[in-house]
């Protein structure tokens, strides 16, 4: 079975700094994709960024970037020019090369942005 | 619709009461899912469902929970016999079901159930 581990329960961020969420991940499979996203106050999840694993290059979404490391199992989240909207809770996930299979979550990482 | 809809977004119930609870996916999203976010929890996967393949319950903690989705469209998840342990928030989300052209879920805003 797939676990997906965020080893970070808060963290803070002074506005306009960088941060970086951590997240590991235990499989046997070569082909996966992998997620991160974010939840505020209002509950709703929000497809931040995703990575296909056999994709070498690390995936960027504007002030979003990853540090994907297959061989570690280790996909990391690095937030650049925190900004007050970004407070919320970050959830790593998994899901299965084969698609339409459920997503596997951490159990997240609570960011506070500070002015 | 324009997303994932579910309803109520908040309940409060009694200890031993059954509830429902109700999910409205995107228009022409094959792929449904439900999940349970306990307080400082990750989620927890419950059921899966996929055009009219027979449903993945493999993730229902128990046979109080059970689900449907009528159509090919609305869910209902029901949790029979209410415990105090269900208290969660219950999300579900929607995909359009393509493999790995999947973007990732669309999910709903969730609902909160607190059993008293």
């Known amino acids: 079975a797939q676990t997906v581990t965020q080893s970070q329960p808060e963290m803070s961020v002074q506005e306009a700094e960088t941060v970086t969420l951590s997240c590991t991940y235990d499989?046997?499979?070569?082909?996966?994709?992998l997620f991160w996203y974010k939840q505020p106050p209002s509950r709703q999840m929000i497809l931040v960024i995703r990575?296909?694993?056999?994709?070498?290059q690390n995936a960027t979404e504007n002030r979003f970037s990853v540090n994907f490391q297959k061989a570690a199992k280790s996909f990391s989240l690095k937030i650049s020019d925190s900004q007050l909207g970004d407070t919320a809770m970050y959830f790593c996930?998994?899901?299965?090369?084969?698609?339409?299979?459920?997503?596997?979550f951490g159990k997240g990482t609570r960011l506070s942005v500070i002015a | 619709g324009a997303g994932v809809s579910q309803s109520p977004s908040n309940k409060v119930t009694e200890k031993g009461k059954d509830v429902e609870l109700r999910c409205d996916p995107i228009?022409?999203?094959?792929?449904l899912y439900w999940y349970r976010q306990s307080l400082g929890q990750g989620l927890e996967f419950l059921i899966y469902?996929?055009?009219?393949?027979?449903?993945?319950k493999s993730g229902l903690p128990s046979d109080r929970f059970s689900a449907e989705r009528t159509g090919g469209s609305v869910s209902t998840l029901t949790i029979q016999r209410t415990q105090q342990e269900d208290s969660a928030v219950y999300l579900c989300?929607?995909?359009?079901?393509?493999?790995?052209?999947?973007?990732?879920?669309?999910f709903g805003s969730g609902t909160r159930l607190t059993v008293v």
């Open positions: 989300a929607s995909s359009t079901g393509q493999g790995w052209t999947n973007y990732g879920y669309t």
């Open positions: 499989t046997s499979e070569n082909n996966y994709y």
């Open positions: 990575q296909e694993a056999y994709k070498q």
């Open positions: 469902f996929q055009g009219n393949s027979a449903p993945d």
């Open positions: 228009s022409g999203h094959t792929a």
């Open positions: 996930a998994f899901m299965m090369g084969s698609g339409n299979t459920p997503l596997v």
